[in-house]
């Protein structure tokens, strides 16, 4: 594959990995995202989602997260709660939810993982923060493709599986609320 090979390896013998990093102050390369999973908004801005996504996924509350929002006017999350951290947090509030997907319909606990959402991306520009969050009932895996084999984000996998919920996030009639569940 000439071709391919070519675009590869620049002819100062560099090769061109798809991959986005910094270097540190000691010289140290530090892979942060890859060029092919940058969100380049309807406006331009470019986003790096994973940066963003480890910033999360720091958090008790959130197993996993997926910054989505390319060619769109603004980025969305979905995120995957940590169900057994959130469960003991609605008890000790008194939320009684029966099951799964009433305790992510509990306006509460939607407010709350709003909250510990944005309180991690404070530092972020305005156009890298999401304007909308839909909260995931079930985990991105390898099995049901969402997933590589080594634990990457399939995004277009993503996107086609919860394409309602994302069309959700863009309609207009929506524009005023910020959390959504999938159901």
Known sequence: MPEATAMAIAAEAWFHTGDIGEIDDDEFLTITDRIKDII?????KNVA??????L????????????LGDRERYCVLLVVPSFTNLE???????????????????????????ARVMARLTDLASYE????????EAPFTIDDGTLTPTQKVKRRAVQARYRDLIDAFYAEENFDQTVFVEV
């Open 40 to 44: 380049v908004t309807a406006g331009g």
């Open 49 to 54: 989602p994973q940066p963003i996504e480890n």
């Open 56 to 67: 999360l996924k720091a958090d008790d509350f959130i197993e996993q997260a997926v910054m």
């Open 88 to 114: 003991a947090w609605a008890r000790s509030s008194g939320i009684n939810a029966p099951g799964r997907k009433a305790l992510l319909a509990s306006k509460p606990v939607q407010e709350h993982m709003e």
């Open 129 to 136: 923060k999401p304007k909308k969050i839909g909260l995931i």
